[in-house]
């Protein structure tokens, strides 16, 4: 059974070991995904550069850093090796003062919807990830609100405090390809854990890099269409 995530397709090939686990623990694809979705959330609605930089800013600490130590430390198989538990709560937390500083800034400059979804974020982000509750909250479900649709809201909402019918179509979109993207990397990591064939399990990898990518830059050009 094979469960070292270091042979992952987004880690980089090169590098120390620290190196390569520093950044394959960011999932950066699937961060980079959540962080295009705040952006399409800034895009549907009259936007500022420097409020869309910072709620990239707000999702990378708050997902790309903070979920993904919690992920390490909830997950029971390790896939990680071990890591000192110390050094990810310290990342953690940190990430997570940081992302709070940042959407508390601008909550109290006028987006007070931010707040809701923020408490709702950070519920989903200890919920899901130490998988509090025996699990309950461990699902696609999940997955789909607070990585897919959430992040849509608090990009309109840190912009204009408001959420547009366009809003509300990028987050169906959103939510459909969060969804696509969950299903199919627990068929993966399920695949390759238990040694499966590498053609059977690259079909699913193929997808993951499709999907990713195709959100991901689909972004830069609308927002270089939006802003340029």
């Given at each position: 059974?094979?469960?070292?995530?270091?042979?992952?397709?987004?880690?980089?090939?090169?590098?120390?070991?620290?190196?390569?686990?520093?950044?394959?623990?960011?999932?950066?694809?699937?961060?980079?995904?959540?962080?295009?979705?705040?952006?399409?959330?800034s895009?549907?609605?009259?936007f500022?550069?420097?409020?869309?930089?910072?709620i990239?800013?707000?999702?990378?600490?708050?997902?790309?850093?903070?979920?993904?130590c919690?992920?390490?430390?909830g997950?029971?198989?390790?896939?990680?090796?071990?890591?000192?538990?110390?050094?990810?709560?310290?990342?953690?937390?940190?990430?997570?003062?940081?992302?709070?500083?940042?959407?508390?800034?601008?909550?109290?400059?006028?987006?007070w919807?931010?707040?809701?979804?923020?408490?709702?974020?950070?519920?989903?982000?200890?919920?899901?990830?130490?998988?509090?509750f025996?699990?309950?909250?461990?699902?696609?479900?999940?997955?789909?609100i607070?990585?897919?649709i959430?992040?849509?809201?608090?990009?309109?909402?840190?912009?204009?405090?408001?959420?547009?019918?366009?809003?509300i179509?990028?987050?169906?979109?959103?939510?459909f390809?969060?969804?696509?993207?969950?299903?199919?990397?627990?068929?993966?990591?399920?695949?390759?854990?238990?040694?499966?064939?590498?053609?059977?399990?690259?079909k699913n990898?193929?997808?993951?890099?499709?999907?990713?990518?195709?959100?991901?830059?689909?972004t830069?050009?609308?927002?270089?269409?939006?802003?340029?």
């Amino acid at each position: 059974m094979n469960s070292d995530r270091l042979s992952e397709w987004f880690v980089p090939k090169f590098g120390s070991r620290n190196f390569r686990l520093s950044i394959g623990i960011l999932f950066l694809p699937y961060t980079g995904m959540v962080i295009s979705f705040a952006i399409w959330g800034s895009l549907s609605v009259e936007f500022s550069l420097d409020r869309l930089v910072s709620i990239c800013l707000l999702y990378f600490f708050a997902i790309g850093i903070s979920a993904h130590c919690l992920d390490a430390l909830g997950s029971k198989k390790k896939p990680w090796g071990e890591i000192s538990h110390s050094k990810l709560w310290l990342a953690s937390i940190i990430s997570l003062i940081i992302s709070f500083s940042i959407g508390l800034y601008y909550i109290f400059s006028g987006s007070w919807l931010l707040l809701p979804i923020g408490i709702a974020e950070v519920f989903f982000l200890f919920a899901y990830n130490l998988e509090l509750f025996r699990g309950k909250f461990h699902n696609n479900l999940s997955f789909v609100i607070s990585w897919g649709i959430l992040p849509v809201f608090a990009g309109a909402v840190i912009q204009s405090n408001s959420i547009s019918v366009e809003t509300i179509v990028f987050s169906v979109i959103a939510g459909f390809v969060s969804y696509i993207l969950i299903i199919t990397s627990r068929k993966y990591k399920d695949l390759k854990q238990h040694n499966a064939n590498y053609k059977i399990y690259y079909k699913n990898e193929i997808i993951l890099k499709i999907v990713s990518s195709v959100v991901i830059f689909s972004t830069i050009i609308f927002f270089s269409l939006r802003y340029l």
